[in-house]
């Protein structure tokens, strides 16, 4: 690979230098060479107001693919499936962003970042397209391939571009945003369903014209990638590290699996668990318990920004079993105010494992490795959130019911919270050796 392509290139940073240093570099604003020399190259928004879009771009398109969650009910009312169904749609998404992340993740790293960004943000206003005009589950099917295709696509592009515009603060933001989408997209959808007629039409038209006034300001972004052709092999699925970033991938990567199969369990099931729960069929509620996951993770994120990685990997481990935990009981008596406790808690440990696993991992990759490495971060957090909720979903129906099969789910996320904090202590010194 040609080292010299790309951004302008880093000085070296191990995984234990920047873990411990990260926070502070973000408290204390250093100027980072890419922001202030990469920048430059044509285009007229560059620094932190680019920083800000590229964010803001995470947020709609996670937003986006929270929005059918609270419309689920609506459309099973008018199909008549199973919950089966429910579940198929949501492992189809994140198989297609998985897809998408192997074959296109890459790809901005050689066209640069604003194309590939400006192209996925067109097929994402195709998929909402899909959506808002579906009449059946095909459609509904199809909306989220186009969808996954896009969203997977354009991760990696955004990701990098942030770390380009500044190293630490893009690491906070790469792992402030999900959450912050995620969580946004099913409170906005929940409101529209319950206040504005016709929700699963307008939710998608708000989507679509928020999507097209970025896709303007991506237009204008300075490009930090000196654009090269691109090879063959840059389209073909594959698992691949730089050297300097397999120790903290291999520390990094069973959190991520963790807390992400947690986020598959809410975005699958978490509504159908609250109406089991409360005996009401309020969609701003089901909606709520979303909220109720990525607020106290993107809070987490913040305050726990100047704490080392692994310390924050550890907090995120700890969180998750507590709030799993505290789930467990809710549903085993009934408590939904105890689900809601525990559903906060949970939300502590999502967003610090994911903040943990971004730090240790994406900023030792060098500028023209960075959009390959955080598609891969990703592509290990939607495995973690797809093949469970899949799983779930086959129990719900053939199992022991929604609860029971909720209540297995998060005693298997106990059991793999136990495997990534193994992992963590065997590779304590991976990160040092890198």
Known sequence: ?????????????????????????????????????????????????????????????????????????????????????????????????????????????????????????????????????AGGVSELLLARVIQGLSTGAALGAIGAGMLDVHRERGALANALAPGIGTGTGALLSALFVRYLPAPEHLVYLVLIGVIVAQAIGVALLRETVTRSSVPLTALVPEVRLPRAARGPMLAAAPVLFAVWALAGLYGALAPSLVASLTGSQSVVLGGLSLVVLTAPAAASVYLLRNATARRVMLIGIAALVIGVAITLVALGTGTAWLFFLGTAVSGVGFGSGFQGGIRTVVPVAAPHERSGVL????????????????????????????????????????????????????????????
């Open 375 to 434: 598609s891969l971060v990703f592509t290990v957090s939607y495995l973690g959130m797809g093949i469970p909720a899949v799983a779930a979903g086959f129990l719900a129906v053939h199992g022991a019911g929604l609860t029971g099969a909720a209540r297995d789910y998060g005693a298997a996320l106990i059991v793999l919270a136990a495997v990534a904090l193994a992992a963590l202590a065997r590779t304590r010194r991976a990160p040092a050796q890198a």
């Open 1 to 133: 690979m040609n080292q010299n392509r790309g951004t302008t290139e880093l000085a070296p940073v191990t995984a234990t230098g920047l873990a411990a240093t990260a926070g502070a570099g973000i408290a204390g604003l250093p100027a980072d060479p890419l922001s202030t020399r990469a920048t430059r190259r044509g285009g007229r928004i560059g620094g932190m107001p680019a920083l800000v879009l590229l964010a803001s771009l995470i947020v709609s398109l996670l937003a986006s693919s929270g929005a059918p969650t609270p419309l689920y009910a609506i459309y099973q009312q008018r199909w008549g499936f199973s919950p089966i169904t429910t579940t198929i749609v949501f492992g189809v998404y994140a198989l297609a962003v998985l897809v998408s992340l192997l074959t296109f993740g890459r790809l901005s790293d050689y066209l640069g970042r604003r194309p590939v960004l400006l192209a996925a943000l067109g097929v994402q206003v195709v998929s909402l397209v899909v959506f808002a005009t």
